[in-house]
């Protein structure tokens, strides 16, 4: 009878003992969990920065194409019309080829 009681508090001891440390550890997992958690949440936000700042760049960049672009167009326009100007000038210059030139005008 003494046996299964000693036995009996022993075992009653080592699963005291076994609990203790179970909870111990448990602690230390949810404190990691927490840690990671956190960690990854960190990750997320500095992810969601890079997307917005990359969102941002995207809009600057095909702003400033359309800005070029329509800035190459007014000045290939303003070429041309520099040219048509002076080929006018120069054509006003030139004496007529032929004397039925001289009648029409």
């Known amino acids: ?14 699963l ?4 203790q440390r179970n909870q111990a550890t448990l602690k230390e ?7 990671l958690a956190q960690a ?12 917005e700042r990359l969102a941002y760049e995207i809009q600057r960049l095909r702003d400033e194409f359309r800005h070029t672009t ?13 040219t048509e100007n002076q080929l006018l000038k120069f054509s006003r210059l030139l004496p007529p080829s032929s004397i039925n030139e001289i009648d029409d005008n």
């Open 1 to 14: 009878m003494w046996k299964s009681l000693f036995d009996a508090l022993r075992q009653a001891l080592l």
């Open 16 to 19: 005291t003992e076994t609990l």
């Open 29 to 35: 997992l949810q404190k990691e969990v927490r840690e």
């Open 40 to 51: 990854m949440d960190e990750r997320h936000r500095r992810n969601e920065n890079a997307i």
């Open 70 to 82: 329509q800035h190459e167009a007014d000045e290939r326009e303003k070429f041309q019309l520099k």
